[in-house]
């Protein structure tokens, strides 16, 4: 881990003065980082104060003057450099992403690779901030609406996309003319200062002021200032649901904006017209990948009854290879849940399986031992359950995978959307009636929906985003940039005449 640190210059992850970076972290509290793979301190991170975040957002606040009035290209160039940075780090944060969260290398890796891919699109996007005009019903008159940046976007992210969600939200924003003001997860602080040395570097190049890109690091408390604060236009969150109905209701007692990515609790229909050669590795990569952490992991596989046990026992095989241990060995699929809490979790809702009468096909377990000190690894597990089954309403970020059968396509829809959550669900099927259905207005009633492939790992170039208790936001890819901008609707009358809209007449 010394090499990144090194080449960032990180001297002290006493991320305070000593770092060369803004000078804003006068608290003494720290931040531990543990990491789940090995249960190592790997950084103490100085916590914001009260304080601090004030002078945060007056530098913030600051830069926006100058930045927001940069054209769009050439905010472009400059994410387009942030890019180049990331190609340059990519093995190294990638290292530190699956070594802080516990994810595998290559998933580490890809997250990198997120950051990149949205730094493409977002230099694209810098000369496509399009406003449309239109013809106005008075002679003599032009019309058009024009988008303007903002201002100051907080953006406040989980521990399990440490470093991903926050570019696909950053990335946006800078072209887009906004400052931005970052609250990772205290889970992963680390690899988010990691980032916020990679973004202030290219800044000081360009000679762009660095409240442009600015971290606050702390608990709810610290989110919460943001969330009040009415020189934060917008808040973009992602996280629990239960996180983002106090930080939606905060947001929105002031007025302010607020973009959230919440729970999922994602589904994956699979009828008797699946090909199960590839139905089967996407189920494990979407309930197993990430330890089942990710908001678009797969939790629930509605099965037709008529392939329901040929699907169980391939899938009770395809577990029993399952390779856990240390993230940063490649030969291991599955690494270690976030922290003890998670642990907690996934026995809690094993147990509550059990307790509603659900039975265990594979079975939970709690590893020890050997590689697996930190006390954070557990296994893969499934469970044969009914639909209605409160458990199964729950998003528990862990690798628990519920088993379900159905009759009639209809019932599988039905079941797929009867849950709080409507963030990803998929359809596996060679029937172009049963695709298309799942994707009528009578078919799934969430965010992403996919025909062959799994519920995880979506691209960036969609808007990314679900309904429901997952809370109506889109990020990344697509018209999602319209939520970073203020939009502005311009008529200009270059006549002699004052006619006025819907035919009034008013003669003085
Ligand atoms: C999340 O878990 O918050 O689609 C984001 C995926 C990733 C992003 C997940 N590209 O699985």
Redesign the pocket.
């Known amino acids: 881990m010394q090499t990144i640190l090194e080449k960032l210059n990180i001297k002290s992850v006493n991320f305070g003065t000593s770092t060369g970076l803004q000078a804003w972290s006068s608290g003494e509290e720290l931040l531990d980082s543990f990491s789940p793979v090995d249960n190592q301190l790997i950084a103490q991170v100085t916590k914001t104060t009260f304080q601090d975040y004030q002078q945060v957002v007056e530098k913030a606040n600051d830069a926006f003057k100058t930045w927001g009035n940069i054209p769009a290209p050439r905010r472009g160039e400059i994410v387009r450099q942030m890019g180049m940075a990331f190609r340059e780090y990519k093995a190294e944060l990638g290292k530190l992403v699956s070594y802080e969260m516990g994810k595998s290398l290559q998933e580490g890796l890809g997250e990198v690779q ?1 950051i990149i891919d949205i730094c493409d699109f977002a230099v694209g996007l810098s000369r496509q901030l399009y406003g449309l005009t239109m013809h106005s019903e008075r002679p003599e008159h032009r019309m058009y609406e024009q988008y303007h940046p903002l201002g100051i976007v907080g953006i406040i992210s ?1 521990f ?2 440490p470093v ?2 926050w570019s696909w939200n950053a990335m946006i924003a800078w072209v887009c003319g906004d400052v931005c003001i970052w609250k990772p997860s205290e889970k992963t602080p680390l690899t988010a200062i990691a980032c916020q040395h990679i973004i202030t570097s290219v800044l000081k190049e360009n000679n762009i002021p660095e409240g442009v890109s600015n971290i606050i690091t702390g608990d709810y408390q610290v989110g919460e200032w943001l969330s009040s604060d009415t020189r934060v236009p917008l808040i973009s969150a ?1 996280g629990s649901t239960r996180m983002g109905k106090i930080v939606g209701a905060t947001v929105a007692a002031r007025m302010g904006k607020s973009l959230l ?1 919440l729970g999922g609790n994602n589904a994956i229909i699979i009828t008797e017209n699946a090909d199960l050669n590839i139905a089967i590795p996407a189920v494990v990569f979407g309930a197993v990948g990430t330890a089942g952490q ?3 992991s797969t939790r629930r596989l509605i099965i037709h009854e008529s392939i329901y046990e040929s699907v169980k026992e391939r899938l009770i095989k395809a577990y029993q290879q399952l390779r856990i241990g240390n993230p940063l060995d490649e030969n291991n699929h599955v690494g270690p849940l976030i922290d003890s809490k998670a642990v907690e979790a996934y026995n809690a809702a094993v147990e509550a399986v059990h307790q509603e009468g659900g039975k265990m096909l594979v079975d939970a377990e709690v590893l020890l031992g050997d590689g697996y000190e930190s006390g954070c690894y557990v296994k893969p597990c499934i469970a044969e359950v009914k639909p209605d089954f409160r458990i199964v309403k729950h998003e528990t970020f862990a690798p628990i995978l519920y088993l379900m059968s159905y009759s009639t396509i209809e019932e599988a829809i039905d079941i797929q959307n009867d849950v709080p959550q409507g963030l ?1 669900s998929s359809i596996f099927t060679l029937n172009m009636r049963e695709a298309e259905m799942f994707l009528s207005v009578n078919g799934s009633d969430c965010g992403i929906a996919n025909v062959n492939i799994g519920t ?3 691209e960036i170039g969609g808007a ?1 985003g679900g309904e429901k208790e997952t809370g109506g936001g889109r990020e990344s890819g697509s018209d999602a940039w319209k939520a970073y901008m203020r939009r502005q609707t311009n008529t200009i009358n270059y006549g002699k005449q004052l006619p006025l809209a819907q035919g009034i007449k008013f003669n003085l």
Request: with cysteine; net charge negative; aromatic share 12%.
């Open positions: 997120e989980a399990n996309f991903a969600v992602t990515e990710r908001c678009t990803s995880s790992g979506a990314f």
